[in-house]
Nanobody, 127 residues
Framework: QVQLVESGGGTVQAGGSLRLSCIIS????????MGWFRQAPGQAREEVAC???????????VRGRPPQGRFVISRDDAKNTLYLEINNLKAEDTAIYYC?????????????????WGQGTQVTVSS
């Protein structure tokens, strides 16, 4: 049985940081492209970052990752766990964050390309 379980969300003050986790079971994981998506109320689901093996992709390109950006995607294959670190949180980061698996091929930006999803974890940024 395939399971993706996110955790680490919560309510955080603007300027703070969070690290989201996603534990994956029932999948190969090591060779899968893994993505973090988010969906704000009334908005379409959008990809924040994706990682295939140890290559990272961000929605904002090189501006997604420090020092220019605020997001870091990483994975621990020994623990079958995917992470997303968000720094300097802003009000616009408020959303439900989902992890997703794409068992074949490279990272892509379309949610439709990802076959397995977690239930999501809520991130709320307060001012």
């Amino acid at each position: 049985q395939v399971q993706l379980v996110e955790s680490g969300g919560g309510t955080v003050q603007a300027g703070g940081s969070l690290r989201l986790s996603c534990i994956i079971s029932g999948l190969g994981f090591v060779n899968d492209a893994m993505g973090w998506f988010r969906q704000a109320p009334g908005q379409a689901r959008e990809e924040v970052a994706c990682i295939k093996w140890n290559t990272e992709y961000y929605k904002w390109g090189v501006r997604g990752r420090p020092p220019q950006g605020r997001f870091v995607i990483s994975r621990d294959d020994a623990k079958n766990t995917l992470y997303l670190e968000i720094n300097n949180l802003k009000a616009e980061d408020t959303a439900i964050y989902y992890c997703a698996s794409k068992p074949h091929g490279a990272c892509s930006y379309s949610p439709n390309d990802f076959g397995y999803w977690g239930q999501g974890t809520q991130v709320t940024v307060s001012s």
